[in-house]
């Protein structure tokens, strides 16, 4: 039986092909499929687009306690896990020229799902940190209520996407 060999490899091709794809949509469940970076000093808002530049930017090995961030100049992060325009137009593809027209505020609240953060630059002997924030409904008439769930220092890496976009990692520090 020649053949009998044969089925096995494909089946064993078949099966990694099979955990290679759950891997694939796990990672894109696991992280935003878009990174917006506005405030502070920039004049325009930044998208990050790369896949895996995000996920470089979202890897928190390193905690941050945050205790020195309150006296700290911040940029805003918009998470975006599903892009969808104001206008409940999704956006599908990452080459879509209607990315320009993506605000902040077109951001999905979700419970317990980080869509908003801050980026604190790099401030004298102060590492670059991340705080990412999610929103908690307390009952049905209140507002949201802002609490950050994850800080830390960023990496080099990181740090390397966010000035290959034209993200300043580096800011002076404030003078209190």
Same mark, same amino acid.
Not at 108 to 113: E, F, K, L, M, R
Not at 141 to 160: G, M
């Given at each position: 039986? !020649?053949?009998?060999?044969?089925?096995?490899?494909?089946?064993?091709?078949?099966?990694?092909?099979?955990?290679?794809?759950?891997?694939?949509?796990?990672?894109?469940? =696991?992280?935003?499929?878009?990174?917006?970076? #506005?405030?502070? !000093?920039?004049?325009?808002?930044?998208?990050?687009?790369?896949?895996?530049?995000?996920?470089?930017?979202?890897? +928190?090995?390193? !905690? #941050?306690?945050?205790?020195?961030?309150? %006296?700290? %100049?911040?940029?805003?992060?918009?998470?975006? +896990?599903?892009?969808?325009?104001? %206008?409940?137009?999704?956006?599908?593809?990452?080459?879509?020229?209607?990315?320009?027209?993506?605000?902040?505020?077109?951001?999905?609240?979700?419970?317990?799902?980080?869509?908003?953060?801050?980026?604190?630059?790099?401030?004298?002997? =102060?590492?670059?940190?991340?705080?990412?924030?999610?929103?908690?409904?307390?009952?049905?008439?209140?507002?949201?209520?802002?609490?950050?769930?994850?800080? +830390?220092?960023?990496?080099?890496?990181?740090?390397?996407?966010?000035?290959?976009?034209?993200?300043?990692?580096?800011?002076?520090?404030?003078?209190?």
């Amino acid at each position: 039986m !020649p053949f009998r060999g044969l089925s096995r490899a494909l089946v064993t091709c078949g099966m990694a092909m099979l955990l290679g794809f759950v891997v694939v949509l796990y990672l894109q469940a =696991a992280f935003p499929s878009l990174l917006m970076v #506005h405030g502070g !000093p920039l004049e325009n808002r930044v998208i990050i687009d790369d896949f895996e530049g995000i996920q470089e930017i979202m890897r +928190w090995d390193v !905690p #941050h306690d945050g205790g020195d961030l309150d %006296s700290r %100049s911040f940029l805003d992060l918009s998470l975006f +896990w599903n892009v969808t325009l104001a %206008s409940g137009e999704e956006i599908t593809s990452l080459d879509d020229t209607r990315l320009a027209e993506l605000n902040p505020e077109d951001v999905a609240t979700a419970i317990n799902t980080p869509t908003r953060g801050r980026f604190y630059p790099a401030c004298g002997t =102060a590492p670059a940190v991340i705080a990412l924030d999610t929103f908690e409904f307390p009952d049905p008439d209140s507002f949201l209520i802002r609490e950050v769930v994850q800080t +830390w220092i960023v990496s080099e890496p990181a740090l390397s996407v966010f000035e290959r976009f034209g993200v300043p990692v580096v800011f002076e520090c404030d003078r209190g």
